[in-house]
């Protein structure tokens, strides 16, 4: 008599959140342990500022451990991780693995996020939307006032380091469909934002929408 099959559990993930998001806006979202989350350039050449923050039931952490680019290079001796790479918080603990990577990978862990003062110094005028904002719109959501806005972790972003030291702002090489996706490390409140810069070629030139999904 054959043995009965071992009960295997489901290896594919469902989508449990599909957050659509519109160019220039923000969104949050939280994740558990183990939840996968993949961010997908929807038309090419747009980049997302990424940020995460360690919460337990509804509240964000105090203190607050949240996802540090400076702490994450030390740790991987890159400049941003790549696959199998885990970005730390500021506690040097992983919060994000990376597990696939279908982009060029460019993924910048450098640049600030864009906010009102960096349109202006672009010689723009009047009111512009901003990462800084979205981030801060977005916070407030889950209870959060922050007197700094973090340093992002610019997903598909290509400033490009020069072997001089300096750096070139060069156009994402994503193209429609590419995507990322990675591995939350903790339980987390994430906040991202489709980045509006369109005074130079962090987004192409048009910021474009982004799809955020979750995976259980
Ligand atoms: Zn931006």
Not at 13 to 33: E, L, S, Y
Not at 99 to 118: F, I
Not at 170 to 185: F, Q, V
Request: proline fraction near 7%.
């Amino acid at each position: 008599m054959p043995a009965s099959p071992a009960r295997r559990r489901t290896a594919a993930p469902a989508v449990i959140q599909d957050h659509h998001v519109k160019a220039r806006t923000g969104v949050v979202f939280a994740v558990k342990k183990g939840d996968r989350i993949r961010l997908t350039d929807l038309e090419g050449q747009q980049g997302l500022d990424f940020w995460a923050f360690r919460k337990w039931g509804d509240k964000v952490v105090r203190p607050l451990e949240f996802l540090s680019c400076e702490h994450t290079k030390p740790s991987i001796e890159r400049l941003f991780p790549t696959v199998g790479d885990a970005a730390r918080t500021n506690f040097r603990r992983p919060i994000m693995t990376v597990l696939e990577d279908n982009s060029p990978g460019e993924h910048d862990m450098q640049y600030a996020a864009c906010d009102p003062t960096r349109y202006k110094e672009l010689g723009f005028r009047g009111k512009h939307a901003s990462c800084q904002d979205n981030f801060h719109k977005a916070a407030k959501r889950i209870g959060l006032a922050l007197p700094f806005t973090p340093q992002p972790w610019n997903i598909f972003c290509n400033f490009f380091i020069n072997p001089d030291g300096t750096f070139t702002v060069k156009a994402p090489a994503s193209r429609a469909g590419d995507n990322l996706t990675m591995r939350a490390e903790m339980e987390a409140w994430v906040i991202i934002s489709a980045c509006p810069q369109d005074l130079n070629a962090t987004c192409g030139g048009e910021p474009t929408d982004i799809r955020v999904e979750v995976l259980r």
